[in-house]
């Protein structure tokens, strides 16, 4: 898909997976507990669990994106990229309403989707998660849409959301939540 030579500024996105390191925080109690005794109250609670610690790399691993040349390099408008447990990578074009799809050196491997509003179809893709299972779920703010599909890109099912609000977005659970009247 060529834009408009206005639009190539915006067109160009680099999508930089990068190494995350996790270290875990110590606590100062054997129990794991921290410190404080006694019993009742807050001292016998359970600490919070620590929080790990992300380590980014100084270069990326891979970088996927052209702002001229083969068209399945060109990203616009992208809402979200996933690795998968292979080493793929998923991600949402939604200049093309298309799942792009590149092996773990940015290669391009297929892409699934386009515009429409049947089964695997977008009308404006805006959020890309990867489920528990592998697979993949795609809110579609404009059809109000969550679509499923397997992790090499075969569309499974789709769920609406009929609730009363106007915004869908992310719990830090991972799922959809819609909110607002």
């Not at 996790?22 to 016998?44: L, P, Q, V």
């Not at 359970?46 to 380590?55: F, K, L, R, S």
Request: charged share 20%; proline share 4%.
């Amino acid at each position: 898909m060529r834009f408009p030579p206005s639009l190539s500024s915006g067109i160009l996105v680099h999508v930089l997976l990068v190494v995350v390191g996790c270290g875990g925080a110590e606590t100062d109690g054997a129990d794991g507990r921290g410190s404080g005794g006694g019993s009742s109250g807050a001292a016998d609670r359970q600490a919070p669990a620590p929080v790990e610690a992300w380590t980014l790399s100084d270069t990326p691993l891979v970088e996927i994106g052209v702002r001229e040349g083969d068209e399945a390099y060109q990203l616009h408008r992208v809402r979200g990229s996933v690795r998968l447990e292979d080493g793929r990578i998923v991600v949402l074009n939604a200049g093309t309403q298309q799942l792009r799809y590149y092996d773990s050196n940015g290669l391009f491997l297929s892409a699934v989707g386009r515009r429409g509003e049947g089964p695997g179809e977008f009308q404006s893709p805006a959020g890309l998660r990867r489920t528990e299972d592998g697979g993949l779920q795609v809110w579609d703010g404009s059809l109000m849409l969550v679509s499923h599909f397997a992790a090499n890109g075969t569309f499974r099912e789709s769920a609406r959301l009929l609730a009363s609000g106007k915004r869908c977005s992310r719990a830090t659970t991972g799922s959809w939540t819609r909110t607002g009247s």
